[in-house]
């Protein structure tokens, strides 16, 4: 024997071994495929400020929202009258609502411009003064409501 030698190897066994080799590299970085979950510090967000006008028997709720305002889904407005009638709670006392209104995406009542939420909520006692607190929800149901600061609307 003169020389050394090499063994050839058939093309077809070395393109079966290049497609096996290109094959498990793709399985590998597939990875695992999950439902987009919410990210707590992204997706949230809150109330920053919250005032209320009155307009004969309506309640106008301007807010601003802050952080991630996209995500928000619905939004449920409680209100309380203070008074001295039947059914009215006290200045003093734990706020309790009496009155209970949900508006949910493409309801008439609310209208979002970018991170600006304006609800408008008639049929209210123009006399009365009236306590309310708005709890919105986001598209994440897995995040907690997101509660407003409590808020006093005198009459005019």
């Not at 949900?102 to 006692?125: H, K, S, V, W």
């Not at 919105?136 to 907690?144: F, I, T």
Request: hydrophobic residues 40%; charged residues 20%.
């Amino acid at each position: 024997m003169t020389g050394s030698h090499c063994p050839r190897i058939p093309f077809s066994r070395l393109l079966a071994a290049v497609l096996l080799a290109a094959l498990s590299l793709a399985l590998v970085s597939c990875g695992k495929r999950e439902w987009p979950a919410p990210k707590l510090s992204e997706d949230r967000f809150r109330f920053r400020s919250v005032n209320v006008q009155r307009g004969q028997d309506c309640l106008i709720i301007d807010t601003e929202l802050a952080g991630a305002w996209a995500n928000l889904d619905s939004v449920r407005l409680h209100i309380e009258a203070i008074g001295t009638d039947p059914g009215d709670g006290c200045a003093t006392c734990p706020f309790v609502p009496r009155i209970s209104r949900f508006y949910g995406p493409g309801a008439p009542e609310m209208r979002q411009d970018m991170n600006r939420l304006i609800i408008t909520a008639c049929g209210l006692d123009p006399k009365k003064t009236y306590r309310l607190q708005l709890v919105a929800s986001n598209v994440y149901p897995a995040l907690e409501l997101v509660t407003s600061e409590l808020v006093v609307s005198p009459p005019q």
